[in-house]
């Protein structure tokens, strides 16, 4: 039966993080994928995160129900779209708990193709996140790439131009915050600008909210975009919420799939359907991540504490930026790099050639995506002057 299988190449990010890991040699910097890292280069368990699992130390192994955690969906909801806004007090908000953001999107996408129709077309950004064109394909979808930004920063132009020219109920994947992977945000009067043309030639606004709070320390300014769509313009909206990087929480798999409507009757009738898919596909979800994050929200020391955790995160990363940048300055390296410190969020595409990123790696044992993606989190006071250094032996060779 298998002889029709053809072999699929590994996912490059994470055959990148094996390659690292099997590395031997001591000097090795990872900037492949993104996950946060502290100042000694190690895996960060937020401390909110420390004493949220000691009080939910003693829960239970029972299943959750089929949505999901009911104190994780409200307090996540509260948190995303406003506790004082007025999809959520007005009801309109339905949400599953989902595999974190790429079990949100599929979730999302499984939905929207149900209620916008067979021949919707999605469109992502050009660059966009490595697994967004996958995702909505394997749900059947025609995927189409927005040209989104250039090493000058958001290209406004050629965005506007596909808003005007895309059928109305056409699918747009927008990133919240922190664009993955050029990290060019648009501004609030941007988000504006599209925003009104959403609304007039009715397209559908998807968020890919995987790194609120964790770009500017602020979670309330990272929602800007997903708050003046679903408020300021009333818009249905789909919100796709990751709490991997905000938390820490990698590999517990914990997100949501929002979604906001018109009435509360929709409202209920959105969360019914959601809860079918879910238990067609993976009956309910896992209980452990839930409970960190329900456990962090609703108390307000641990609240506070994540706040910090936040800014301590945002800040390091700022400060990487910066201290790349200047390395880089200082070496005189041929480049425009000024842009790494003026991009927000994990990632900067450095604009290598992949034959520069390849003999970073093989030379200097630094890690990066073929793209010349760095993951900033990855640097720290012991390797930034090393990785600057050869940078620039790269870029003169
Ligand atoms: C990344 O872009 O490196 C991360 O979001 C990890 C992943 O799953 O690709």
Redesign the pocket.
């Known amino acids: 039966f298998f002889e029709v299988v053809s072999y699929t190449p590994p996912?490059a990010?994470?055959e990148l993080t094996k390659t690292y890991n099997a590395d031997p040699v001591a000097r090795k910097v990872n900037l492949?994928?993104?996950?946060y890292k502290d100042e000694n280069g190690n895996p960060w368990i937020l401390p909110a995160v420390r004493s949220a699992k000691e009080k939910i130390k003693d829960s239970n192994h029972e299943y959750l129900p089929i949505l999901g955690l009911p104190s994780f969906r409200t307090l996540a909801a509260d948190l995303v779209f406003g506790k004082h806004s007025a999809a959520i007090r007005e009801g309109r908000v339905a949400s599953c708990q989902a595999l974190s953001?790429?079990g949100a999107l599929h979730i999302a996408g499984t939905m929207l193709k149900q209620v916008l129709g067979r021949d919707t077309t999605v469109y992502i950004t050009k660059p966009s996140?490595?697994?967004h064109r996958q995702v909505f394909e394997s749900i059947g979808f025609a995927v189409q790439e927005i040209n989104y930004s250039s090493s000058a920063g958001v290209d406004m132009q050629s965005l506007i131009q596909t808003l005007n020219e895309a059928a109305p109920k056409s699918i747009f994947v927008f990133h919240a915050s922190a664009h993955?992977?050029s990290g060019w945000d648009c501004s609030p009067a941007q988000w504006k600008q599209i925003g009104a043309i959403v609304k007039e030639r009715q397209l559908f606004p998807l968020f890919d909210a995987?790194y609120l709070g964790l770009t500017s320390g602020d979670y309330d300014r990272d929602a800007f975009a997903i708050r003046y769509f679903a408020d300021e313009l009333g818009l249905e909206i789909a919100v796709c919420l990751s709490f991997?990087?905000s938390m820490g929480l990698?590999g517990e798999r914990v997100g949501m799939c929002a979604f906001s409507s018109n009435t509360p009757t929709i409202t209920a009738a959105v969360e019914s359907s959601l809860a079918r898919m879910i238990r067609a596909e993976i009956s309910n979800p896992p209980a452990f991540g839930a409970r960190i994050v329900a456990a962090v929200l609703e108390d307000e020391e641990l609240y506070a504490q994540w706040r910090k955790d936040l800014v301590t995160m945002s800040s390091r990363i700022a400060e990487m930026r910066w201290q790349l940048y200047q390395g880089l300055a200082e070496l005189r390296t041929p480049g425009d790099w000024k842009r790494i410190t003026e991009q927000k969020g994990?990632?900067c595409i450095l604009g290598l050639t992949p034959d520069q990123v390849h003999y970073l790696q093989k030379e200097y044992h630094i890690y990066m995506?073929e793209s010349s993606?760095v993951?900033i989190a990855g640097l720290n006071g012991s390797n930034v002057r090393y990785v600057a250094e050869c940078i620039n032996q790269t870029v003169k060779r």
């Open positions: 996912d990010i994470f492949g994928q993104g996950t953001g790429t996140w490595s697994n993955n992977p995987a991997a990087k990698y994990m990632f995506a993606r993951s």
